[in-house]
Nanobody, 119 residues
Framework: QVQLVESGGGLVQAGGSLRLSCAASGLTLRNYVMAWFRRAPGKERDFVAAVRWYVGSANYSDSVKGRFSISKDYAKNTVNLQMNSLKPDDTAVYYC????????????WGPGTQVTVSS
């Protein structure tokens, strides 16, 4: 059974940094595309970043490109999201998601972790 659990959320001032982690169980990371999504208050869930094999194979939404970095830690079976230069607009619940490399939709989701950026 696949299980994803996020951690690392919290309250940070604008310009600060946070590192989110997603602990994955029941799957082998190298066989899955791992991603982060977020849902801001009153808005729909949006794509943030995804990684297939390694940092070089990642892609990002325009709103976080250059500030966020997604990576896989194969030794720990986790996926990390390093978030720098945070802005109040980054305030949201952040969700970890997984899909098999051959699939087109994300079938597995974590419960989410809250990130709040104060101005």
């Amino acid at each position: 059974q696949v299980q994803l659990v996020e951690s690392g959320g919290g309250l940070v001032q604008a310009g600060g940094s946070l590192r989110l982690s997603c602990a994955a169980s029941g799957l082998t990371l190298r066989n899955y595309v791992m991603a982060w999504f977020r849902r801001a208050p009153g808005k729909e869930r949006d794509f943030v970043a995804a990684v297939r094999w390694y940092v070089g194979s990642a892609n990002y939404s325009d709103s976080v490109k250059g500030r966020f970095s997604i990576s896989k830690d194969y030794a720990k079976n986790t996926v990390n999201l390093q978030m720098n230069s945070l802005k109040p607009d980054d305030t949201a619940v952040y969700y970890c998601a997984a899909r098999p490399i051959s699939a087109t939709q994300y079938d597995y989701w974590g419960p989410g972790t809250q990130v709040t950026v104060s101005s």
